[in-house]
């Protein structure tokens, strides 16, 4: 039996384990996913213990996205966003990759919604906003980010190729774009009734990704839906982070449907 897990601190609530086991199961694979919370300056000795008690494979989540980045050899998304959310143990050595940046991109492709050649807005330039960032700027998209606090901003834009930054002042600039990225915690629970975007500048020819998933329908996303937009709510992207692991790890295309069906019954 392989065992993966996920490495985080609290991880109590994590939705990875059900989505996972619900595609060993779909595929037969003998395998279990378990969490793992060590001390929050523990990552390396984490790791180290993982490998040393075979372990195939390793999520990683807050706080622990970054030091992992120095505790393995990390591939060049992951070393370039900053962030390691997903370990590979099968090879000589544990190496690292950040699959949130695919779950960005996929969320998009499912929903047909073609990144290349578009303005996108990205709200929020935390750890959620590094990962869109990056992932709208590979994929061809022209990226503005927009923060709270403007000098994370401009940081983050200075690493993003063709990136423009400023405050949330620059939200106007929706209104001239094709995507949208929501990656603040603004919506969240227990604060749903508030939106990172005021609704007069949202309209029909948007796509909006709310990376937030709790609530699954935000306010953001419902007066994006009221205006005629292609709304994707958070659990796509955690969906896709976690086929991307999937895949990583095992080698096969991941049963998204089964994954999808078993993340989303868990959020309910
Ligand atoms: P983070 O690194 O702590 O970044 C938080 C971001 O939110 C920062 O840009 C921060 O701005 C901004 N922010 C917080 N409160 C704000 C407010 N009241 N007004 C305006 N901006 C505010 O967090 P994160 O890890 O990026 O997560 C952000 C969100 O994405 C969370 O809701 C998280 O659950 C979600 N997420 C979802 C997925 C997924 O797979 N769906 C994956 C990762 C994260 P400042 O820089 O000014 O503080």
Redesign the pocket.
């Known amino acids: 039996m392989d065992v993966y897990g996920l490495l985080g601190n609290p991880v109590e609530h994590s939705l990875s384990p059900p989505m996972h086991e619900a595609a060993y199961e779909a595929l037969g694979i003998d395998a279990r996913y378990v969490t793992f919370e060590p001390d929050r300056d523990a990552a390396a000795e984490a790791v180290a213990a993982a490998e040393t008690l075979g372990i195939a494979g390793l999520n990683v989540t ?1 706080p622990f996205k970054r030091d992992v980045l120095d505790a393995v050899e990390s591939d060049d998304v992951a070393r370039r966003v900053g962030a390691v959310n997903t370990i590979d143990f099968s090879g000589d050595a544990p190496r690292g990759y950040n699959t ?1 940046v695919a ?1 960005v991109e996929r969320s998009f492709a499912h929903h047909d919604v073609t990144i290349d050649g578009h303005d996108a807005v990205v ?9 869109a960032s990056f992932a709208l700027a590979d994929a061809g998209a022209s990226v503005h980010i927009a ?3 403007v000098e ?2 401009e940081s983050l834009a200075a690493d993003v190729p063709g990136a423009t930054a400023g405050g ?1 002042d620059t939200l106007d600039r929706v209104a001239d774009a094709d995507l949208l990225v ?7 629970e227990p ?1 749903e009734d ?1 939106t ?1 975007v005021p609704a007069e500048h949202l309209h029909a020819d948007l796509a909006v990704l ?5 609530p699954v329908e935000t306010r953001l996303l419902r007066e994006a839906a009221d205006v005629g937009a292609t709304t994707i ?9 976690g086929v991307a692991a999937f895949e990583r790890w095992t080698g096969r295309d991941a049963p998204v449907d089964a994954m999808n069906e078993a993340l989303r019954a868990e959020l309910e």
């Open positions: 807050i949130d779950g709200v929020g330039a935390g750890g959620a906003g590094r990962a923060n709270r606090t994370s901003a949330l929501n990656a603040t915690s603004v919506g969240m604060d508030e990172p709310d990376a937030v998933y709790a709510d958070g659990a796509w992207m955690l969906l896709f982070q």
